[in-house]
């Protein structure tokens, strides 16, 4: 059972341009979203949250814009930079779930110079 | 909020053996967690341990795996007879309490099951 699901699986933007990930997920308890970026060789980094009393969320080049009606949630990384190459990850999980995060599948981003 | 450390950062072992893995030292905190990812997959969560006691766990965290807090600061995930398929990188993670769902993970230890 894929209880979050993210697309694309890859991206490839040029620098300045925008990275747009998306994700959807089916349980309808799921209350925290997150974002993790994770480099080669690390562990996964929260990035930004959201929680689904808000539409949107921005923190510096990165927003979360968030729609609860439809169980979908997207990752916009504007002006994009080289050192933005990286794998991200959106989840979910239940306040009070004792930290049980769910993955999505992942998109690997590549920002070209 | 400080860095998770994990040991070792690579393990090579055969398939049946047991397997410890570390996350030292960490102190002041209560929650913790392991992940898995397999390699090209989704991270996936494993179990999550508070005052010495597990919380929740996955169906992935069957009885071949446990976790402890053996000395208070060490956390260790256990892999008591490995399969091929446990081969994965496991991350150690912590929050600050529950309903703090901001976790932060260690850089991993990558698991080689021959």
């Known amino acids: 059972q894929q209880q979050v699901k993210q697309s694309p699986q890859s991206l490839i933007v040029q620098k300045g341009g925008i990275s747009i990930i998306n994700c959807a997920y089916e349980n309808t308890a799921f209350d925290y979203f997150p974002w993790y970026q994770q480099f080669p060789g690390k562990g996964p980094a929260l990035l930004i949250a959201?929680?689904?009393?808000?539409s949107e969320k921005k923190e510096g080049r990165f927003t979360i814009s968030f729609n609860k009606s439809a169980k979908q949630f997207s990752l916009h990384i504007m002006d994009s930079q080289p050192g933005d190459s990286a794998t991200y990850f959106c989840a979910a999980s239940v306040t009070d779930s004792w930290g049980k995060l769910q993955f999505g599948a992942g998109t690997q981003v590549v920002v070209t110079p | 909020e400080p860095e998770v450390t994990q040991t070792p950062s690579h393990q090579v072992t055969q398939m049946g053996q047991e397997v410890i893995l570390r996350c030292v030292p960490i102190?002041?905190?209560?929650?913790f967690y392991w992940y898995r990812q397999i390699l090209g997959q989704k991270v996936e969560f494993l179990v999550s341990f508070y005052n010495n006691e597990i919380s929740e766990k996955s169906e992935i965290f069957d009885d071949q795996f446990s976790v402890e807090r053996p000395d208070g600061s060490n956390f260790t995930l256990k892999i008591r007879s490995t399969k091929l398929e446990d081969s994965a990188m496991y991350f150690c993670?912590?929050?600050?309490?529950?309903?703090?769902?901001?976790?932060?993970f260690g850089s991993g230890t990558q698991l080689s099951v021959l």
């Open positions: 993670a912590k929050s600050s309490g529950r309903g703090n769902e901001k976790l932060f």
């Open positions: 102190s002041n905190h209560l929650y």
């Open positions: 959201i929680r689904p009393d808000v």
